[in-house]
Every structure is written in C-alpha cells, then in structure tokens.
C-alpha cells in the first residue's frame, strides 16, 4: 500500500482530492442542510423587547440564526421538529458586569443561560478576548459570547491615565474602565484630574468609559464629565433628581450588580442558595469550600465593610428603582467571577433581586436582554428574539412572568442554533 500512494501521480492523485473535497462538501450540506434546521413548536414565547409572551409559537432555527419566530409560523419540511408545548423560551441571558479570569468560564456560563458576558476588567482579558472571539460570528460557538474593558485603569496621574486609554484604545476593548473607590475609606481615591482625563481621552477616541463607584457624590463627578456605564449601585444615599438629570445627559447606563452587595455578607446566615443544585451543580467545589469555611465566616461576621454592605442594600434597592422610573437605562450584572460570586447562577438572583426592589418580571428579563444587548452595542445580533439574529435562547420548564425563580428551571440552553451540553 504504501508503494502504491509513493507513485499516485498525475490523474490518479487528482481523482482521490476530487473525492475527498465532493465527501467534505457533502458533509458541509448535511451540516447546512436537516441538522442545522429546527423548529420549536408550541412554546411560549418570550422575546426580550418588553412585549407581552405569545403564546403556542413557532421558533425556526436555521444555520445559527432566527429564521422565523410567531404564532402562525410554518414548519418547514427539512427542519427538526421538536415539541416545545408548555414551555417557555426567552433569549439568552446578558450579564453586563463579570469578571473572565479563563475561556472555561464562558461555558460555565453558557450552561447556565447567559450566554453574552461584559467582563468589565482584568490583565488577562485581552488574551481571552483574543483566543475566542472569532468564534463568536460563526454557527460553531458553544459558549458564551464575550466583551471586555481589559485591564482596570488605575493611574496616578493624567499623563499616565491618557496613555492607559492609547493603549486601550491599540487592543480595541469594548469600554474602557476605572475605579473610583477609596474602599469605604481605607484607600486613597483616585484625584479628580486623573479620572477627567480619562473620560476626555476615551472620549476623543470614540471610547465609552465605565466606573467602579460607592457613592452618590462620586456618580455626579462622572456623570458631569459624561461617563457612559456606573457599574455598581450608588448605595450611601438616596439618587435625587439632580443624579437623575445627569444620568439622562449623559445616556449613562447602570447596573446595580445587587448580588456583589449579598455576597459581602451573606455567607455567615447560611443563605439557602448553598444547597440549591442549581448553584451546586455548576459551582467551583473549592469555592463552595471556601465560603462555607468556619475561618472565612467568622472573618466576614466581623468585617466592617460586609455590615455597611449589608446595612446599605435597601439604599441600592430604592435608587434601582428611582432610576428606572425616571428612565434611565438598566442593564443586569453581577460582578460575579470574583470570590465569593458565583458565575451563572448568581445572574439569575439578580433578577429576583431586581423584583424585590420593584421590577416587574418582564422588566427584569428586558434588562438582561435587549438592554444589556443595546449597551453592548449588539442588539443586532442578539438580545431578543427576531429573525436574522442569532439563535441564543433558554427553554424554560415554567413561566418566568409568574415568578422570574423560574428563570432557573431550565430545559436546555442554545447558542447559534445548537445545545449547550450539560456539563
């Protein structure tokens, strides 16, 4: 055999290639072709922009993509039929404040129904970014999507935080980020000047900029400068309507990040969610360890900070609500990818947390999809579910809209058309 395909010359080896491309393309339409085409019929269907559900539809699903989606929706005769009565489908979920520490992370998110994450800094983010993200325009995705601020911008002076920004701006992060914390007073904050030219470089490169913030005072320094994203809930006193009329100047964006709040102190009251499978069984067994650790709770009954948190959460509460009222756009997220947050299932506390503070459940849901898909400048791709976008969605065993816990009943989770498996 082997002297045989030394001398396969000439028409011979030209024949063999002709029958390997015709087998690989044949391979390539079946792909395209039955595999790549289902319909989801019967379900509810709710698709992200705030209307209300539509009841027993149709969901058509071809090559990764929304094909078709409503009541009167005819199966195609190539598509897989597959029985979706009595449940609900959503679009997949948008967490709009992580932190990606590595690519395996995206799918533990993936499993969990959030399927795009905004990881808002780290050193390694770039690299990650770099590593998965041509993935994310082809139907071969299995995790989730991903957009980053890359490293924290942390300088101390304007000439270094300018060119911070430059370098930012070089690797093409999504947003650029910094903290504007002193840590409830045992650090130094970052200087006015430093912060202003931030804002103004970012700016004069087309660059939208996030901070980390405590405090009402420090969200109308930035707001004034123009800030795009306060990624933490302003939690020492209550918003009023100048913070307001700033918000809307600005078109600035905010995200509560609730659960980051509970889990500075909630480990020591042995909260029900550590023995909840649905955090369980996605969960870092180490983590789960850790935070459970009989050092670690005492530490935390005694930390300082973890009672102003906790003291402080119904301040967050009232001002998520005052802000949405008054209309400024709020996206869900977590600040989870941290100790002691648990990425995945802590999404789908924030959203019972919002509910708590007043949301609806259609508002909560409208905050974690089209929302967030708008402030990451991808609402043409994802974010509700219409036609032409890609099909990343959760099918729900409940209806969310009767108690959005039922966002954790999950069926089976899609992106670009195709299963997350389990595990």
């Not at 491309?21 to 395209?32: F, M, P």
């Not at 123009?226 to 913070?243: F, T």
Request: charged fraction near 25%; proline fraction near 4%; charge should be neutral.
């Amino acid at each position: 055999m082997k002297k045989n395909l030394r001398y396969l010359t000439g028409s011979a080896f030209g024949l063999l290639v002709l029958a390997v491309v015709l087998a690989l393309s044949a391979g390539a339409a079946t792909r395209g072709g039955a595999e790549d085409a289902r319909a989801f019929v019967g379900a509810r269907v709710i698709d992200g922009t705030g209307k209300a559900a539509v009841q027993k539809a149709t969901l058509i699903v071809r090559n990764g993509r929304i094909e078709a989606v409503g009541p009167s929706v005819k199966v195609p005769a190539d598509a897989q039929r597959i029985d979706a009565a009595g449940k609900t489908i959503i679009p997949g979920l948008i967490s709009a404040h992580t932190h990606v520490g590595e690519p395996g992370q995206l799918g533990v998110y993936a499993r969990y129904g959030i399927t795009t994450v905004f990881s808002l800094g780290g050193d390694k983010e770039i690299a990650i970014r770099d590593q998965v993200r041509s993935e994310q325009q082809t139907p071969a995705l299995n995790h989730a999507r991903l957009f980053i601020a890359g490293p924290v911008i942390g300088s101390k002076t304007a000439e270094e935080a300018r060119k911070a920004v430059e370098q930012l701006a070089a690797a093409k992060t999504d947003i650029a980020k910094f903290r504007l914390d002193d840590n409830l007073g045992t650090s130094t904050k970052m200087a006015p000047e430093v912060y202003a030219a931030i804002l103004e470089e970012a700016h004069k490169r087309g660059m939208r900029v996030a901070v980390h913030l405590v405090t009402l005072a420090d969200a109308k320094a930035v707001l004034r400068l123009g800030a795009d994203y306060v990624a933490h809930s302003i939690r020492d006193l209550d918003v009023d309507d100048e913070a307001i009329a700033l918000f809307k100047k600005s078109n600035a964006h905010y995200c509560p990040t609730l659960m980051r709040e509970v889990s500075t102190f909630i480990y020591p009251e042995k909260p029900a969610f550590m023995s909840d499978p649905f955090l369980l069984n996605g969960a870092d067994p180490r983590e789960v360890a850790r935070v459970q650790d009989a050092a670690y709770l005492e530490k935390m009954r005694n930390d300082k900070a973890a009672l102003w948190y906790k003291e402080h959460l119904p301040v967050a509460l009232r001002n998520l609500k005052k802000l949405a009222d008054a209309g400024v756009p709020v996206v869900m997220g977590t600040d989870t990818g941290l100790p002691g947050r648990f990425l995945g299932s802590f999404e789908h506390m924030e959203l019972e947390y919002m509910t708590q503070a007043g949301f609806t459940p259609m508002q909560a849901l409208v905050s974690a999809t089209s929302t967030a898909a708008r402030f990451l400048h991808a609402s043409d791709q994802v974010g509700t579910l219409e036609a032409g976008k890609w099909a990343d969605f959760i099918v729900l065993d409940a209806n969310p809209l009767d108690d959005i816990r039922n966002t954790r009943k999950v069926d089976s989770v899609w992106i670009a058309g195709h299963r997350v498996p389990a595990k």
